[in-house]
C-alpha cells in the first residue's frame, strides 16, 4: 500500500501546480476549492482505471501520443491565462464588480486541466496489477490523495491571488505553458 501511496502523490504533483494556479487567478470560495480537487481526485482516480483496463489494447499508442495530448491541453489554458492577464482592464474591473465568469468556460477550462494533469495516471494504470492492492482500492487512494492535495492548493493560492492581480494569471499561464512543455521534453527524451 506504501507503494501506491507514493505513487499517488507523484501522480498527483501535475494537478497540485495546476490547482495552485487556477486558486491564485481565480473566483475565490471555498467551493470552488473543492470542485477543483473533486475535478482532479476524480480525473486521476478515473484514469488509471481506465489505463488498466484498457492496457494491452492501446498501450502502445497511448504511450506514442501521451505526451503531446497533455502539451497541447495544458498549451492551450496557459495561452488563454495569458491572454486574460494581458488583456483588457475592463474585464479586471469587471471581476472586481463581482461580475461572474461564465459557468461554461471555468467548467470547460477545470475539465481540460483535470483530463491533461491525468492522462500520465492512465499510463500508470498498466503497473497497477503490480502492486499487492486490488486495483479499485489503489485508483480510490489514488483519486484521495489528489482531492486531499489539490482542494487546499488551490484554497490557498486563492487567498494570496488578489494581492497579485493580473500578475497571477500571466504566472499561471506561464507555469501551465511549462508544465507541458516539460511533459514533452521528459517524455521524447529532450531531457
Known sequence: ?????????????????????????GPHSGWRALETGLAFGIAQGVMPLIGWALGALFVGWLAAVD????????????????????????????????????????????LLAAIATSIDAAAAGLTLELFSSPVLLSCALIGGV???????????????GPALGK????????????????????HSGWI
Open 1 to 25: 500500500m506504501i507503494a501506491v501511496l507514493v505513487l499517488a502523490v507523484a501522480l498527483a504533483m501535475d494537478a497540485f501546480a495546476v490547482a495552485l494556479v487556477r486558486g491564485a487567478a
Open 67 to 110: 505526451h503531446w495530448i497533455a502539451f497541447a491541453l495544458l498549451a492551450f489554458l496557459g495561452v488563454r491565462m495569458l491572454r486574460e492577464g494581458l488583456g483588457d482592464e475592463d474585464e479586471e474591473a469587471d471581476k472586481r464588480a463581482g461580475a461572474a465568469p461564465s459557468g461554461r468556460s471555468h467548467f470547460g477550462a477545470l
Open 146 to 160: 489528489t482531492l486531499a492535495l489539490c482542494a487546499p492548493a488551490y484554497w490557498f493560492a486563492a487567498r494570496i
Open 167 to 186: 500578475r497571477a494569471e500571466v504566472f499561471g499561464g506561464i507555469v501551465l505553458i511549462g508544465l507541458g512543455v516539460k511533459i514533452l521534453a521528459e
